[in-house]
């Protein structure tokens, strides 16, 4: 049953669209109501945005977990396969039934929680990119909207791309072996300092507009004298965008060593970035605190390339799924303890400082 396909979209089209509508709409409530008016997101907010976006992920666990227990008992093609297998009594079909809505339900999860952990990367960006451009508090949660709509969109079309990909073998192990690579560059090569104005597409986009010397207001765009010009948020939304595709090319596969059901990468990926631009404001403020998270998603990515190219043969096509979200949470956890335990030393004044 390795390559069944529990939730194929020709049977779940109307999921997406529901699903579809659902994040449209939280989308619309979240700008068009809680931040109609452009203002500084407080910790207190930004806390209370990312309870509400993370406890509606677990509700809809929970949802989806109830809901694949009632469907595969009666679902024909993984009847077919049982079948096949020698199982055909009611009750082995109910326990192998309940097995697959667990791993569908853990699978979700462990995505959720990774992406989540490898988008810490994007909120070191948005702290850089945001203080490069000198973009004041109260217009960052309106470029991280249409920041994070962007995304969605890419995400949808990386994640077709990779589910008609993953059919192939050899597909899987190149995605396992970037990601190895890509752990292995994040724990031992040094970083670079990010720098904007030398990105390729910022410099397309200022050739074809000009750009206002200085921000107007919550504008995007600017007509003066009939010409229309391009403000600093929209050079600062793009360049977030640029970021997040690249930063796709990382989390997409990963979870996909997670699960192979478009489905669940798809709502995991939706989840965690919905969430995205409450955990910027939350920890925007301290996340040069949490300085040994960058080793742990750096031994994660490693983690789930090897789940790619060794471990899931290794364990007779799936590494246990519970076992995943235990490694790892707990390098999460400890990544966190570390940080907090052995706090960064404080860089030294520059000499003649006041």
């Known amino acids: ?14 999921f997406y669209g529901l699903f579809t509508l659902f994040v449209l709409g939280m989308l619309a409530l979240d ?17 209370g945005w990312s309870v509400a976006w993370i406890s509606l992920a677990l509700l809809f666990a929970f949802g989806f977990w109830h809901y694949v227990q009632w469907k595969l008992p009666q679902y024909p093609p993984l009847l077919e396969a049982l079948a096949a297998q020698g199982i055909t009594e009611t009750a082995a079909i109910a326990a192998e039934s309940a097995r697959l809505a667990n791993q569908s339900a853990l699978e979700f999860l462990t995505g959720f929680v990774v992406e989540k952990s490898l988008s810490v990367d994007n909120i070191f960006v948005f702290v850089v990119v945001f203080s490069y451009f000198a973009i004041p508090a109260k217009y960052q949660h309106r470029i991280l909207f249409f920041g994070i709509l962007g995304a969605l969109v890419f995400r949808v079309i990386f994640i077709s791309i990779g589910a ?24 031992f090569a040094p970083e670079k300092p990010i720098e904007p104005e030398k990105n390729p597409i910022i410099r397309l986009l200022k050739k074809f507009l000009p750009v206002t010397p200085t921000i107007e207001g919550d504008k995007f765009f600017l ?25 796709a090319v990382d989390s997409v596969p990963a979870i996909f060593a997670i699960t192979k059901e478009p489905l669940i990468v798809f709502t995991s990926n939706v989840f965690a970035i919905l969430g995205l631009r ?21 031994v994660i990515l490693v983690f789930v390339g090897l789940k790619m190219v060794w471990l899931n043969h290794a364990f007779g096509g799936k590494f246990p799924i519970s076992w995943s979200l235990g ?5 999460l956890a400890l990544s966190v303890t570390v940080s907090l335990l052995m706090p960064p030393k404080a860089k030294p004044e520059a000499a003649g400082a006041a």
């Open 1 to 14: 049953m390795q390559n069944l396909l529990l939730f194929p979209f020709a049977d779940y089209w109307w």
């Open 31 to 47: 700008l068009g109501v809680f931040h109609r008016d452009a203002h500084e997101v407080s910790v207190k907010e930004a806390a």
């Open 164 to 187: 008609a990909l993953m059919k192939y073998e050899w597909v899987i192990w190149i995605f396992g072996i970037f990601l190895i690579l890509t752990g292995i560059k994040i724990l």
């Open 223 to 247: 007509r003066k004298s009939g010409v229309l010009y391009a403000t600093p948020l929209l050079v600062c939304l793009v360049f977030i965008e640029v970021t997040d595709i690249v930063f």
């Open 278 to 298: 409450a955990l910027f404001f939350l920890l925007a403020g301290v996340m040069h605190k949490f300085w040994a998270l960058k080793y742990a998603l750096g």
């Open 327 to 331: 490694i790892i949470g707990t390098l």
